[in-house]
């Protein structure tokens, strides 16, 4: 985000000196408010040790025109008739080169035009012939030039000027300013970090500086901080919209949605058609599941910008999980004409086809999906359990195979937690997938080794574990289906499930005891269980069992 670079401290040796605030981006800059009001002065007197020796007529005509022009220039500032202004002080320069205070002026008024080169020529005119200048005046003089050699994008000069007037007066506030939003602009975040601080010291009421030192800490990683000053900002100027929106972005991206959804409402009571607000707002509704809130905002959001892609989408979303599908197909249907390249889009399509079992338009959506985007986890799980679904087995057992082995490479090169457990997620998703399809097609090996890879990662997925005791079962192999039925109690012992099926193995291996005390166990965990009632029953000879 560019910020805007303050110009100030022009030297006028012959006037009192004056301040200049740029208020627009370094870019474009705004004009300047006026300098203070400067009186107009004469031929300054020699200093006393020289002998006061009378001019020729010549020069002394001379001082006076450029005298009466550098005036008019100061009478002109005054009116902001900077045309005016720029000949009268282009006079008095050309008759008096050395004056200083006429080529400051000069620069400042080329500056007002946005004549870039003009400026910072007579800037460093002024910056050559003011070499007896005091401290602050050529630190002044510096800054200036910055701010000309920054609207010129020279951002390197424009730096290193900045920098050269802090080397003169380290307590320059103008000169800091105008560096640390030069460097933000730049995204270099960390060095403008202690040059916001600063100014935060100096100027603790400054709004501008407590939201750029919002951004800058959010940029850095430092959220907490960030959100402190986002509120600093709000609280000094509670009717500045920009400041309020981002201190509800911070209060968002800290996970306090309740908090930020406040601040957003008391924006848009402030102004309702604050369309930034209204996307904020029906984003952090989306979040929160709450669809119809959502849908509320977001209908608005998309009156005022009818054609802005996310408004569209997130409002096609909106509708989608409100199953108000018609709606959000029509919404989505928006959202493909302004990107029709968006993998998104036509995905959350084919989820409503499929909902609908229009089974082969989901597939072609799902595979449009694809060709856009073939890493597209979600667009290839969603085409696997469609394909799954019309019992096209091998199909729907390549696209599990696609994301396992995806997974699987990306996996062994992923170094973040988070990452390494979201790519974990994504396996057990695949092999439960592979799994499944081989259940389908009695491949009772080929099942259990699926499994088995599952585990392997999701040591706890009980679910997982009572699949594969299924699998072994349908396979024949009673001593691992008993083993791994076993292992599903000792890791949940409540699980009437479990003992059920534990019951069906040992009653398989003829072990009539087991069996009951297994199906028993089943029902006084679960009282209603009917199969454990209905294997008990069979065991027993009985009917029913009470």
Excluded: C
């Amino acid at each position: 985000m560019k910020k805007t670079l303050l110009l100030l401290g022009l030297l006028a040796p012959l006037a009192s000196q004056a301040q200049i605030f740029a208020q627009e981006t370094p870019a474009a800059p705004a004009s300047p408010e006026t300098p203070p009001s400067a009186a107009p002065v004469e031929t300054p007197a020699p200093p006393p040790e020289t002998p006061i020796v009378a001019p020729p007529l010549d020069d002394a005509a001379r001082i006076r025109e450029a005298t009466l022009a550098y005036n008019a220039g100061l009478a002109a500032l005054k009116k902001n008739d900077w045309d005016a202004a720029a000949q009268n002080f282009g006079k008095s320069a050309a008759l008096s080169p050395n004056d200083a205070g006429a080529l400051s002026f000069l620069g400042y008024v080329r500056l007002q035009q946005k004549r870039w080169d003009d400026a910072l020529s007579a800037l460093l005119a002024a910056q050559e012939t003011g070499t007896g200048l005091n401290t602050r005046a050529r630190a002044q003089l510096l800054n200036n030039i910055g701010f000309a050699r920054w609207n010129k994008d020279e951002f390197p000069a424009a730096r290193t000027a900045f920098e050269s007037a802090l080397a003169l007066d380290k307590d320059y506030f103008d000169a800091r300013y105008n560096l640390a939003f030069a460097l933000m602009s730049r995204d270099l975040f960390s060095a403008a970090l202690p040059h916001l601080r600063q100014l935060s010291v100096q100027n603790p009421k400054d709004a501008t500086i407590w939201d750029g030192l919002a951004e800058a800490f959010e940029k850095t990683g430092n959220t907490a901080s960030a959100l402190g000053a986002a509120k600093r900002a709000v609280e000094l100027e509670p009717k500045n919209e920009a400041y309020r929106l981002k201190f509800a972005l911070a209060l968002s991206q800290s996970d306090r949605r309740a908090e930020a959804i406040a601040q957003l409402r008391q924006l848009l009571a402030q102004t309702p058609n604050n369309a930034s607000a209204l996307l904020q707002l029906g984003d952090l509704h989306l979040r929160s599941n709450r669809w119809g809130d959502a849908a509320a905002v977001l209908k608005r959001y998309v009156a005022l910008r009818s054609s802005d892609f996310t408004g569209r989408f997130n409002l096609g979303v909106a509708y989608d999980y409100s199953a108000k599908f018609d709606d959000a197909l029509a919404q989505y249907a928006e959202a493909e004409k302004l990107r029709p390249n968006d993998a998104a889009t036509k995905n959350n399509v084919g989820r409503i086809y499929f909902k609908r079992d229009r089974l082969d338009e989901a597939v072609a959506k799902f595979n449009q999906a694809l060709a856009l985007d073939p890493d597209f986890y979600d667009a290839r799980t969603n085409l696997a359990i469609v394909l799954a679904a019309q019992k096209k087995w091998d199909e729907a057992g390549a696209q599990w195979q696609t994301l396992a082995t995806s997974a699987e490479t990306a996996s062994r090169a992923a170094k973040d937690p988070a990452q390494k457990r979201a790519l974990t997620n994504r396996l057990t998703t695949a092999y439960s997938g592979l799994a499944s399809v081989a259940l389908s097609q009695s491949k009772w090996k080929d099942a259990a080794a699926h499994y088995r890879r599952l585990l392997a990662i999701a040591p706890n997925d009980l679910e997982a574990r009572s699949s594969l005791g299924r699998a072994l079962f349908q396979d024949k192999d009673l001593a691992g289906a008993e083993a791994t039925y076993r292992q599903v109690i000792a890791r949940n012992p409540k699980s009437a499930s479990a003992y059920n099926d534990l019951g069906v193995v040992l009653e398989s291996k003829k072990d009539r005891k087991g069996a009951l005390e297994a199906y028993s166990r089943a029902l006084e965990l679960q009282p209603a269980h009917s199969e454990a009632k209905s294997n008990i029953a069979r065991l027993r000879g009985n009917a029913t069992v009470g």
